[in-house]
C-alpha cells in the first residue's frame, strides 16, 4: 500500500489580500482537491493536511475584540475550532467531487514538549496588528506576549515547540487500510503536553509542514508532497539570478539551507520538514504548487528531493 501525505498551503483557502468570507475559502477549498484526486487515481492512499494561520489570526482576533462581552477562548482551543471547519470544507469538496469516496476528518491532537526552547522565546505572530495601548491592555490582562513587528504596530508572538507524535496516527493508519482518504493535523495540529498523567492544551502554534513530516513518518508513508505559493524551490529567490532546484539529494538541501538560501519566515521550514522526513526512512518529498503537482509527479515541475 503506497502512502503520501500532502500539506495544502494557505493558498489552498485563500490568496493574500483575498476575503475572510467562508463561501471564498470554501470554493478554494474544493477547488484545491482537484489535483489530489490524481494521485488517488494512481493508486495512492492519501492523507491531507493543511494550515491555519489566517484562520487561527482571524478567530484570535474576533476573540480580543469581544473580550468585554465573551469570554476569551485558549489557543489550544482556536486550533480545534480552526481544524475542524477547514477539515470540513475540504472533506465536501472531494466528497462534491467523489460522492462515493471515503473521507474522514480528524481533530488532531499534536504531542510537543513542555521543555522545548520555543516556549521560552515565542516568536511566531498571530492575528492582526494592535495600538501599543491596546497590546499592552490584553497582555495585561491574559499575559500574552506582545511585540512590535517591524514599526508597524504590535502582535501577539506565540511560541511554535517542534511536534513529537500526532496521537491520532493510528486512527489515519486504520482508516487509510480501510480505504479512506484522511484529513488529519490541519494547521499543525492541536498543541498538548503531558503533565502529571494528563494532556493539557498549551499557548503555542506547531509548524504544519513539520508535523506533516512527523505524521508521514508515523504512517509509514513514502512520499511527502508540500504544496505552496511558489511551483519550485529555488536558489537566490527574487534575485536576478534565481534559480529553480528541480531534483537534488537531501544533503545538498540541507547544505543550501546551512547557507541561508531558504529563511525561516517562508521556505525554511519546509525544507526542515523535508530533510527531516528524508532522514528518518522517507523515499521522496516533492514541493511544488497546487497546480503543478500532476507534472511534479512525473519530474516536469517542481522540485523533487530525495535521501
Avoid at 494528563?198 to 512527523?214: C, H, L, M, P
Wanted: net charge neutral; hydrophobic share 45%.
Amino acid at each position: 500500500m503506497k502512502k503520501a501525505v500532502v500539506a495544502l498551503g494557505g493558498n489552498a483557502l485563500r490568496n493574500k489580500g483575498e476575503s475572510f468570507e467562508i463561501e471564498v475559502q470554501s470554493a478554494r477549498a474544493e477547488a484545491s482537491v482537484f489535483p489530489i484526486l490524481g494521485l488517488l487515481d494512481s493508486g495512492w492512499r492519501v492523507v491531507i493536511t493543511h494550515g491555519n494561520g489566517p484562520q487561527v489570526g482571524l478567530s484570535f482576533l474576533r476573540n480580543a475584540m469581544t473580550e468585554d462581552e465573551f469570554p476569551v477562548y485558549p489557543m489550544d482551543a482556536l486550533n480545534a475550532e480552526t481544524q475542524g471547519w477547514i477539515g470540513y470544507a475540504i472533506e465536501r469538496g472531494l466528497r462534491n467531487r467523489r460522492p462515493d469516496l471515503l473521507v474522514a476528518t480528524l481533530v488532531s491532537m499534536v504531542e510537543v514538549s513542555p521543555d522545548d526552547p520555543a516556549f521560552q522565546n515565542p516568536s511566531k505572530p498571530i492575528g492582526e496588528f494592535f495600538d501599543k495601548v491596546k497590546a499592552m491592555a490584553m497582555h495585561g490582562r491574559y499575559g500574552w506576549p506582545i511585540r512590535e513587528d517591524a514599526g508597524r504596530g504590535w502582535r501577539v508572538v506565540v511560541p511554535s515547540p517542534n511536534p513529537l507524535r500526532v496521537i491520532s496516527a493510528p486512527a489515519v493508519n486504520i482508516l487509510l487500510e480501510h480505504g479512506f482518504v484522511v484529513i488529519a493535523a490541519g494547521g499543525g495540529g492541536i498543541p498538548v503536553v503531558r503533565r502529571n498523567g494528563r494532556w493539557e492544551g498549551v499557548f503555542a502554534v506547531i509548524d504544519k509542514d513539520k508535523a506533516s513530516a512527523v505524521l508521514a513518518r508515523e504512517i509509514g508513508a513514502e512520499l511527502l508532497i508540500i504544496l505552496t505559493a511558489v511551483d519550485s524551490v529555488y536558489l537566490n529567490f527574487g534575485k536576478p539570478d534565481e534559480t529553480a532546484l528541480r531534483r537534488i539529494t537531501r544533503e545538498e538541501a540541507e547544505k543550501y539551507l546551512a547557507q541561508g538560501q531558504f529563511p525561516s519566515g517562508s521556505m525554511g521550514p519546509k525544507i526542515e520538514a523535508a530533510c527531516d522526513f528524508l532522514r528518518w526512512g522517507g523515499k521522496r518529498v516533492i514541493i511544488t504548487s497546487l497546480d503543478g503537482l500532476a507534472e511534479a509527479l512525473e519530474g516536469r515541475r517542481g522540485t523533487t528531493i530525495l535521501p
